[in-house]
């Protein structure tokens, strides 16, 4: 069984407990009072009976509630409770009413006698134990699920302890021959009640309108901007129905940051939410944003993107106070020059538009290799190449070893795989140095080639002897951003 079955069963138990509280002293109340003629008592019996009332809706108003969300209602049926409780508060004004109607006519003519002996004062004493007992139980589980029908139940019998003391006082006074004090009870009473079922009415209304709880905003922006990622929020609304609250939140994040992380982001969002408001259900939107700390780099590869092109190897340069940026973009192989050649144009006016201080761009255009190339597998009948290149690696200096790993042939060109080890003290701008200038050896020496790949990692350190001090490799390095080609001045 989950949570929220859990959490309706217990609901609709104390609901139920509390219609057979309100039986009980509804029925002493209304047969003490019209035995002693007492209104005061008549008055609490006719409270105690719209408690009774109050306690049928609340228990329907909760079972009702609980039914899942379906097509009519996409956030289910947990206002049923915020009607309920409206209900109740109007029940109550006319009761109220009634009593006061009542009280005045009665001190007008004061021809009724009220005869106050033992089950008067028996029956308000249950009715305060009984009333204490159902309010302490639906505060309870009203506190513990935010239930706004139980808490309006609890009302009811917390009113019912203050007005029972207020007739008990009354019937004191009258036993020493006071007999306008049961009419003035019955007044304070329903002045009591009054006031009580304006302050429901108003929350009732609030809720049914959708009014935002109040100070919840602070508690829930704070909880949000506390996740790192989070550069501002905007758009918060609230609103409860029910036992629940229902929250919409825009947050604003990096726009380069990749779907996968921002989707993170969010959940973390919703957790931090979650420990300020428990039950929330929670919608999340988050608005990619330009930040201070965004890099040239990060702004092209974002125009890039938009164009749905992918660009690598971004330079910039100061010259004057002016930018100067040198770029490779690729393109689909399929693409005629023509079309290469004018969206390229249209890149370095977009560039020059949206990056202040740009003078310059220049869009080196090269094939795209994310498509699937045929190729075989010839390592094995390249055996003399492979060694000359395996002879070549060992000879460049900053290089300890290399071999070559695979050779495949494209067509009348290959590429080529290897691997090649430094030494671990080494630096990484050394490293890739040391890679470049082997590649470019290799393609010189073998112009069959039309690209090279290597793989650079530090060479395993042997037992005995310490490393050298200096920036050491943490981790593997590639010796270029995918393939590289001969630079030719």
């Known amino acids: 069984m989950d949570l929220s079955q859990n959490a309706h069963q217990e609901k609709a138990a104390v609901a139920l407990s509390s219609i057979l509280g309100a039986v009980v002293i509804t029925g002493l109340k209304l047969g003490v009072g019209i035995w002693t003629g007492s209104l005061g008592i008549i008055a609490e019996a006719a409270h ?33 409770e915020n009607f309920s409780a409206l209900i109740e508060t109007v029940l109550l004004m006319i009761t109220c009413f009634w009593i006061i109607n009542e009280a005045i006519d009665r001190l007008i003519h004061p021809a009724v006698h009220i005869e106050v002996n033992f089950w008067s004062f028996f029956v308000i004493i249950v009715s305060i134990a009984v009333d204490y007992s159902r309010s302490k139980a639906l505060y309870r589980v009203a506190r513990k699920y935010n239930s706004q029908a139980l808490e309006a139940d609890a009302l009811h019998f917390s009113t019912d302890i203050w007005s029972s003391c207020v007739v008990l006082l009354g019937l ?164 005629g020059l023509q079309d290469v050649h004018s969206v390229a144009d249209e890149v370095e006016m977009r560039i020059k538009e949206q990056i202040p201080g740009v003078s310059t761009v220049s869009v080196h255009v090269e094939d795209s290799k994310e498509h699937v190339v045929d190729s075989i597998d010839v390592t094995v009948q390249s055996r003399k190449m492979n060694d000359r290149i395996h002879t070549m690696a060992n000879a460049c200096k900053g290089i300890s070893s290399g071999e070559v790993l695979s050779v495949l042939q494209v067509g009348k060109k290959y590429h080529v795989s290897m691997r090649c080890q430094v030494e671990r003290g080494i630096s990484l701008e050394d490293a890739h140095n040391a890679s470049t200038d082997l590649e470019n050896r290799i393609m010189v020496r073998f112009p069959e080639i039309a690209e090279i790949n290597i793989h650079v990692e530090p060479e395993p350190l042997r037992a005995g002897r310490k490393s050298t001090p200096g920036k050491k490799l943490k981790s593997t390095i590639a010796g270029n951003s995918g393939s590289r080609k001969l630079k030719k001045k």
């Open 172 to 335: 004191m006074l009258t036993l020493v021959r006071v007999p306008i004090a049961d009419s003035i009870a019955a007044l304070i009473v329903a002045i009591i009640v009054i006031f009580i079922s304006m302050s429901l009415g108003k929350r009732t209304i609030d809720d049914l309108l959708d009014r935002a709880p109040k100070g919840i905003d602070p508690e829930v922006e704070k909880a949000a901007l506390s996740v790192p990622g989070v550069q501002q929020i905007e758009g918060l609304r609230l609103r409860n129905a029910g036992g629940r609250t229902f929250l919409d939140l825009v947050i604003h994040i990096r726009r380069t940051m990749p779907f996968e992380l921002a989707n993170n982001l969010v959940h973390n969002v919703e957790a931090a939410i979650h420990k300020v408001i428990p039950n929330a259900d929670i919608v999340i939107h988050p608005e990619p944003v330009e930040t201070p700390d965004e890099s040239i780099a990060d702004k092209i590869k974002l125009l890039m993107l938009r164009k749905g092109l992918i660009a690598h190897d971004i330079r910039a340069f100061r010259v004057n106070g002016e930018l100067q940026i040198d770029l490779q973009v690729e393109f689909n192989h399929s693409l």
């Open 48 to 80: 105690s009976g719209l408690d009774f009332l109050a306690a049928i809706i609340t228990f329907i108003a909760v079972k009702f509630s609980a039914k899942p969300a379906d097509r009519e209602h996409r956030y289910g049926h947990g206002k049923v």
